[in-house]
C-alpha cells in the first residue's frame, strides 16, 4: 500500500506532496524548465540559505570551533550548487542550452585576475575589459530575470507554471 502521494507521470510528486529528501534532491537537478517568478524566488531563498551559513561558519570560527566552522562553510557551497541548476533549468526556459551558463561563470573567474596594475599602462584595454564584463552581466540578468520564457512546450519539456 503506498503512504505517500502518487508521482505524476513525469516522477515528480504532486503538489502538496511530502517535502522530503526527493524533494530536496530535486533542487538539485537541471532537466526541465522553471518559469523567471520561480526562478527569482528559489534563487533569493538559495542567497539567503548560503549568506545563513556564512555567517554561522564565522560565528563558529569566532568561538574557535574551527572544524565545525569549516564544515559548515563547505556546507554553503550546496545552495551555490543549487542555484546552478536552478539557472539551468531558467535557460531551458529561455530555450538556450546550460552551457550558456559557461558566460557568467567565465566572467566571474576573469574577474579574479588583477587588473588594477594595468589602468596605467593600458588604460583602454581595462576599460574595455570592464565594459564587456558588465555588458555580459546586465545580459545574464536580463536574460534569467527580464525576460518570459518561450510559450508552450520546447525540446527542454512544457512550459513551467510556477
Known sequence: ???GPAPHASGRL???GDPG???LLRGFD??????RRAYG???VRLGLLAAALACLAVVLAGQGWRVA???VAGSALLPGLAALAQTVRRLHDRGRTGL???LPLLQTALSFVPI???VEAHPAAVLAYALAALAAGLWFLIETLGRRGTAGPNRFGPEDGG
Open 69 to 71: 566552522a569549516l564544515v
Open 30 to 35: 537541471p532537466r526541465g524548465r522553471l518559469s
Open 41 to 43: 524566488r528559489r534563487v
Open 1 to 3: 500500500m503506498q503512504t
Open 116 to 118: 588594477e596594475d594595468q
Open 14 to 16: 504532486q503538489r502538496g
Open 100 to 102: 550558456w551558463l559557461a
Open 21 to 23: 529528501f526527493a524533494a
